[in-house]
């Protein structure tokens, strides 16, 4: 939960980006806090605000707003569902949990098809605090036009084979998913989220 005032500190650990990303957050009161993010080099650099919008007991749930600056630079939309552990230990005395909902808007892509280098993709995540220092956060959001959902897993995806195009048409032509070997907003591996967290704490406050 935020508190007005204080500033935590840490850094972020990405299959996203190689470089760890340095970030703070700050809060503008009991409920609202504001967080930026700065990468090297500026792939992964953005900002973000989060709202409390429900609480009870070990529960709260939480909207975000933010923007990532990247190859395929993205807003994103979550709702977070936090819930805290019954038993706290010395080891980690957070012992929190949540799952979010997310909407991922790409507006300009980094492969223009012709029509629309737009990619709205929509999916799930789920993290956790493992101790004081370190944090996890999986997830996954799929862009629906540019391939079956249920071939997310399917290592050949190959939208010009023949088989794929009897089944699904040759729409999917339109949305490739690398270009001269980089990953363009409509692959599956833009979608993909890894991340580890490290925690520095509250920055001191001055005494006046």
């Not at 993010?37 to 605000?49: A, K």
Request: net charge positive; hydrophobic share 35%; with cysteine.
């Amino acid at each position: 939960m935020p508190e007005k005032g204080e500033t935590n500190m840490g850094f972020t650990f990405s299959v996203e980006n190689v470089i760890p990303v340095i970030w703070a957050r700050h809060g503008l009161g009991q409920y609202t806090d504001l967080g930026i993010r700065v990468g090297i080099p500026l792939s992964g650099t953005g900002i973000d605000l989060n709202r409390v919008l429900f609480k009870r007991d070990r529960k709260w749930d939480v909207f975000n707003v933010a923007y990532n600056l990247a190859p395929n630079s993205s807003f994103d939309f979550t709702y977070y569902k936090f819930k805290g552990a019954k038993q706290i230990t010395k080891k980690n005395p957070f012992g929190v949990a949540w799952t979010g909902y997310r909407c991922m808007l790409i507006p300009n892509g980094s492969y223009d098809n012709g029509a629309n280098r737009s990619s709205i993709r929509f999916g799930m995540l789920y993290g956790r605090r493992l101790s004081t220092k370190w944090g996890f956060e999986v997830g996954y959001f799929h862009d629906f036009r540019s391939m079956p959902f249920s071939k997310v897993m399917t290592s050949n995806w190959d939208p010009s084979d023949t088989t794929m195009v009897k089944e699904y048409d040759s729409s999917y032509k339109n949305y490739p998913h690398k270009v001269e070997g980089w990953p363009t907003q409509f692959s599956r591996s833009t979608g993909f989220s890894l991340q580890f967290f490290m925690y520095l704490g509250p920055t001191k406050k001055k005494k006046k």
